[in-house]
């Protein structure tokens, strides 16, 4: 296969940040996959389940694909990338969150931009369930903060042999703010009604379940009717579900931002400048990166975006450069 450039130029009449953003949820279609699901128990008594695709071979390389947000493996930008790698011969999992897979998860806690535990549990599951294939991981928005995160506390440990991190929220305070402005107002009340719907629909799964201990954790929460903004819902339940003092502390110790300069693993960070969720200052200067990082910014692209080709015709950029840099890297 000739390898792509590394240049992106968006679509004819998709240039527009919100277009490139909204053209996957919105209308791209894809074909389903023939994938095998696996439920991961966890240490603490969860579960998160995993999605396999792509040949079943103790050699085959393998990786690990993480959604953003409000995604799951069904977000189009997941099943675009593993039917992407499987056309190459690669093996994927694709990550449900903590409760994302459709069923609620069994804890009161959720998952959130700095829950690399899991993401540790999840690395050293699939090193013990293909020990001999090479493993690699990317992460889209949520997922890349954090894999890099995770990538910067692991240091020379990761397990990874190479990771993507696309669309990162470096700085989960800044993008807080972002997200509050202008036309991304219509996406924070998106995620602000899909995240208080993660949350009444485990109220009635613990109710129905009569699990009254946990119920009342999510009840101590408080009336959660008037949450507008980040700030408003990280500050209420993110922060008190997961083991923060508040919005803030869960900002500081969860953002990607603080963590890169120790990352030992090859890593390739692809971002948009016009990404309406992420604001310039967030992202980092070449000395905050460590020198086992590639950081390509792309002036288009908006957020998790990247549509290219035309709009009768379009191509994804992302399933392009992805897999050709991890294969540049074996």
């Known amino acids: 296969m000739p390898s792509p450039s590394a240049t992106f130029r968006p679509a004819i009449g998709l240039s527009n940040p919100h277009l490139q953003t909204l053209w996957g949820p919105l209308w791209r279609k894809l074909p389903e996959l023939q994938r095998n699901r696996e439920r991961l128990w966890l240490a603490d008594g969860d579960f998160i389940d995993l999605d396999w695709h792509g040949p079943h071979q103790p050699h085959a390389p393998l990786v690990l694909v993480l959604h953003g947000l409000t995604g799951s493996s069904h977000s189009p930008y997941v099943k675009g990338l593993q039917q992407a790698l499987q056309g190459r011969g690669w093996a994927s999992v694709a990550v449900n969150w903590r409760g994302c897979s459709g069923e609620p998860n069994l804890l009161p806690r959720s998952y959130h931009s700095g829950a690399s535990e899991d993401l540790a549990e999840i690395v050293s599951h699939l090193r013990a369930q293909r020990p001999l294939a090479p493993l690699y991981a990317v992460g889209y928005s949520l997922g890349g903060n954090v894999l890099l995160k995770y990538l910067g506390e692991s240091g020379v440990a990761s397990q990874l042999q190479a990771a993507v991190a696309v669309s990162v929220p470096f700085r989960l305070d800044h993008c807080a703010d972002r997200i509050g402005q202008g036309f991304s107002k219509v996406y924070q009340a998106h995620f602000m009604r899909e995240m208080l719907a993660y949350v009444q629909l485990k109220q009635r799964y613990f109710h129905d379940k009569g699990q009254h ?14 949450l507008r903004t980040f700030w408003d819902f990280d500050g209420k339940v993110t922060a008190p579900l997961n083991g923060f003092r508040d919005a803030h502390d869960y900002y500081r110790r969860s953002s990607s931002h603080f963590f890169l300069g120790q990352n030992r693993t090859p890593t390739l960070i ?49 399933e392009r450069r992805i897999p050709q840099w991890l294969v540049e890297g074996q």
């Open 213 to 226: 201990e946990r119920l009342a954790t999510l009840q101590g929460l408080g009336p959660l009717g008037n």
């Open 270 to 318: 692809i971002h948009s400048s016009d990404d309406p969720f992420v604001s310039g200052h967030s992202l980092p200067t070449a000395r905050e990166l460590a020198p086992q990082t590639r950081f390509e910014l792309h002036s288009r692209g908006g957020h998790v975006g990247f549509v290219d080709g035309s709009l009768r015709n379009p191509g994804y950029y992302l």
